[in-house]
Structures are given as C-alpha cells and as structure tokens.
C-alpha cells in the first residue's frame, strides 16, 4: 500500500543528510550546490512524508476518525510550515511573501511528528508494526534536536517503515 513512499521519504532525507555532511566539509553551511541540492532533497522528503500521512489517514479504522481527523491536521499543518520553511530557504525573497515566526518554525516539525507518529500508531495492526511509531517519533525527534543526526535517524525510519516481503515485492508493499 504505502511502501514506495514509505521508504523514499526517509531516503530522501539520507540524501538530504548526505549533501548536508558535504556541505558542511569546509567548515560551514551555505549555500552552493550541496546546500541547494541537499534542501531540494529535504523538500521532496518533507512532500514524501506528507504523502504517507495522507494515506495511513485513508487506511486509518473508520472507528478513529476523530483522531483521525486531528492527527491530519497536525501532519499537514506540519508539511505546509517546514516546506515554506524549505522554500523560503532555496528562494530567500519568498520572506517577503509570509515570514512564519519563529514559534511557527518550531510549531511545523513538532506538528508533522505527532501527527505522522499518531497516523502510523492508528495503522498498528498488520500494516503497521508496534515499535514503529515509536522508532519514528525518536528518529524524528533526534534530528530536531541536532541535525548532525540526519542520516542515522533516516536510517531509524526506513528500518521502521520498510516493505514486508511478499510474493509480489514490486506490486505488493506494506508497512511493517
């Protein structure tokens, strides 16, 4: 169901973490082509988890639709604020436009995690395994404490959020 975009999202976010690490080799962060190239990657993760919310909401027991409800709003309330944050990084004079304040910046990643976190807690049966929400909302929380820890915890989500195998590995994916 949700595999594809189950595992390009996080490893999008490796590619992020890997142009981040190189950009970082002369001491600082800036832009150039690793830093561009790195938050394009971040976008399309960013877009990819968006994605899988999206579609763990749709898979989601009807009987948890308020929760539902609520941890949607939370994960896409989450995307839209770290992609403008994303855009406005790639496309400075987009600031002009709408400069989130800093308590929004802070509000977007939290959002995005609880929200997916719950969307995947509300999926734990078959499609989802127990531990994964919890593997999820750690790796995500380690990165918002230091981005230093991108690709481990990249690696933490596609470890949680890989394709069981099936007869059918390229028909057939699920969240394990």
């Given at each position: 169901?949700?595999?594809?975009?189950a595992?390009?999202?996080p490893?999008?976010?490796?590619?992020?973490?890997?142009?981040?690490?190189?950009?970082?080799?002369?001491?600082?962060?800036?832009p150039?082509?690793y830093?561009?190239?790195?938050?394009v990657?971040?976008?399309?993760?960013?877009?990819?988890f968006?994605?899988?919310?999206?579609q763990?909401?749709?898979?989601?027991?009807?009987r948890?639709?308020p929760i539902?409800?609520?941890?949607?709003?939370?994960m896409?309330?989450?995307?839209?604020?770290?992609?403008?944050?994303?855009?406005?990084?790639l496309?400075p004079s987009?600031?002009?436009?709408?400069?989130?304040s800093?308590a929004?910046?802070?509000v977007?990643p939290a959002?995005?995690?609880f929200?997916?976190t719950?969307?995947?807690?509300?999926?734990?049966?078959?499609?989802?395994?127990?531990?994964?929400p919890?593997?999820?909302?750690g790796?995500?929380?380690?990165?918002?404490?230091?981005?230093?820890?991108?690709l481990p915890?990249?690696?933490?989500?596609?470890?949680a959020?890989?394709p069981?195998a099936?007869?059918?590995?390229?028909m057939?994916?699920?969240l394990?």
């Amino acid at each position: 169901m949700t595999g594809p975009v189950a595992l390009a999202a996080p490893a999008l976010l490796a590619v992020y973490g890997l142009f981040r690490l190189l950009d970082g080799i002369d001491g600082g962060h800036g832009p150039g082509l690793y830093w561009t190239a790195g938050h394009v990657a971040f976008f399309a993760s960013i877009l990819g988890f968006g994605v899988l919310g999206v579609q763990l909401a749709q898979a989601a027991p009807r009987r948890f639709a308020p929760i539902t409800a609520v941890a949607s709003t939370a994960m896409l309330t989450g995307v839209a604020l770290f992609l403008w944050v994303i855009l406005t990084d790639l496309v400075p004079s987009l600031e002009q436009v709408w400069e989130p304040s800093d308590a929004l910046m802070l509000v977007g990643p939290a959002a995005l995690s609880f929200g997916l976190t719950g969307l995947l807690a509300l999926n734990v049966d078959a499609e989802v395994a127990p531990w994964t929400p919890i593997v999820f909302f750690g790796a995500f929380t380690v990165i918002g404490a230091d981005l230093g820890f991108v690709l481990p915890a990249a690696a933490a989500m596609v470890l949680a959020l890989r394709p069981r195998a099936t007869a059918d590995p390229v028909m057939s994916f699920e969240l394990v």
